[in-house]
């Protein structure tokens, strides 16, 4: 089965940085590679917000405008790892952060897209 579990969310404070890890599992390695990755977070009272995408076709990144000079995502897809490295963090980026993979899925025929439970950063003095 497909499964993507985030690891290192904590508790930060503002102008911390932190690094958030996506393990992909039931994914070979070609097809791992070209699924397009996200993250995407929710606070309370939010609806979810993309932050960070990489396009597997293009090997492009975009990033929502709040995020833009401070969060980086990257992927292994070697390792079937995703990360998405948070700097100079401020209060506003308080939420459940979850990765994302979007994909053709051969034995289904169409289109996936797969989530991780969610792994929760705090930016707090």
């Known amino acids: 089965q497909v499964q993507l579990v985030e690891s290192g969310g904590g508790l930060v404070q503002p102008g911390g940085s932190l690094r958030l890890s996506c393990a992909a599992s039931g994914f070979t390695l070609s097809n791992f590679s070209n699924y397009a990755m996200h993250w995407h977070r929710q606070a309370p009272g939010k609806e979810r917000e993309l932050v960070a995408g990489f396009i597997s076709g293009s090997g492009s990144t975009a990033y929502a405008d709040s995020v833009k000079g401070r969060f980086t995502i990257s992927r292994d897809n070697a390792k079937k790892m995703v990360y998405l490295q948070m700097n100079s963090l401020k209060p506003e980026d308080t939420a459940v952060y979850y990765c994302?993979?979007?994909?053709?899925?051969?034995?289904?025929?169409?289109?996936?897209?797969?989530w991780g439970q969610g792994t929760q950063v705090t930016v707090s003095s």
């Open positions: 994302n993979a979007v994909g053709w899925n051969s034995d289904l025929a169409s289109i996936v897209d797969y």
